[in-house]
């Protein structure tokens, strides 16, 4: 997955939780830049996790 299909996957959720009510341009637009901002941590979050797992002893020095 991609930060696009991540924030799209939010954003559906946050419009979701709204309860279904019709919302106006400026509050989809506030959702959608919290939606990337969200993405964004969630990726910066799993990428240091990542690189904090430790090495198999037989996967070092190639």
Avoid: N, S, W
Avoid at 5 to 20: M, S, W
Avoid at 39 to 48: C, G, M, R, T
């Amino acid at each position: 997955m991609d930060i696009h299909d991540i924030a799209l996957t939010l954003f559906t959720q946050l419009v979701g939780a709204h309860g279904g009510a019709p919302l106006d341009a400026d509050t989809r637009m506030a959702l959608g830049r919290e939606a990337y901002r969200c993405a964004e941590a969630f990726i910066a979050a799993k990428d240091l996790y990542i690189r904090e797992l430790p090495v198999a002893a037989t996967e070092q020095g190639y």
